[in-house]
């Protein structure tokens, strides 16, 4: 069986774990107080070109979003996400288990414009007794977003201004940032984060890492204090440098890029066979997630050799499937699927 249901199926880029072997009997300060997360947090500031963010590094996508948003967030306060956000749909109510309301605008291509943040923002500001309703104070984006689609810089600023301009926070989710900033529908650079954002995670987890996501923050009201509440959540790894270690290893020679880059290359070779071969999309994404509306009859054989994500019913006849490719995926087997396509 080869899979392509997902990116997080394979363990982790071999220099990663030849490191943590070669430093097994080291002896290191626990809780992201050793040196490689030091060098890993300083390798990441000079990616972003900026010295001036704080870098804590965490376990997985989940915990990292509500550490984060349950950090900012007063009881009465809200976040805006797409409806197809990764914390509206797939994180257990975690956000909500917190007190806190996830509100919802219509995701156009998995992504939601200024306007609709206005008009959720709006309707509490104007009530006639705002404070009976819950006030929205951040707003959630993914990039690349959950149908493999990508912000551009343009589309990323406006929403980055008009929370700026209302007094609003804005988070961006890099559970796949690798493989959304190599793609060619988007000319956000990993340097302009800081620019367009209060804080943003650098996913690891799928993107060569064993597990870690790299959380920094920019804005230093939301600075203070991040180690408290990642301690209370669970959040504060003992063996802090396991994280360190394979941050400070991506962050070398641009190792994370490459990687990615290399698997948004595969997937788009399978997207570009999928339309040849006169396949519909039904996102049209240049990442590493593709989605094809595949015949179920078709479905039913690939389904002897391949596995999927099923992301949903198209019509009797149809269903939408998520093929993944990671930084491990081979060409080997990409071709292996083009041929049964
Ligand atoms: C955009 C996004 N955010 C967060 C997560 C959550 O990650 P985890 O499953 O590690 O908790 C995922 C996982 O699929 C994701 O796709």
Known sequence: MIRFDSDYLEGAYPKILKKLVEINYEQEPGYGKDKYSKSAENKIRKALNCDNVDVHFL?????????????ILRSYQS??????????VHETGAIESFGN?????????????????QELVEEQRNYDLPEHLVMPKLVFVSLPTECGTNYTKEELKEVYDYCKENDLYLYIDGARLGYGLVAKDTDIKMEDLPELCDVFYIGGTKCGALFGE????????????FRYYMKQRGAMLAKGKLLGIQFDVLFENDLYFKICKQAVEL???IKEAAIEKGYKLYFNSFTNQQFIIMPNTKLKSLEKDFAFFKWQKYDEKNTVIRICTSWATTEENVNKLIEKL
Do not use: E, P, W
């Not at 976040?79 to 509206?88: E, K, P």
């Not at 790299?214 to 204090?225: G, M, P, R, S, T």
């Open 59 to 71: 376990v997985g996508g989940t915990q990292t979003n509500m550490t984060v948003i349950s950090s």
């Open 267 to 269: 997937a788009l070779k």
């Open 79 to 88: 976040v805006i996400c797409a409806d197809t956000g990764h914390i509206n």
């Open 214 to 225: 790299a959380v920094v923050i920019i804005n230093d009201k939301l600075k203070k204090d």
């Open 101 to 117: 309301k996830v509100m919802t605008a219509k995701n156009h291509d998995g992504k939601i414009n200024a306007r609709q943040i």
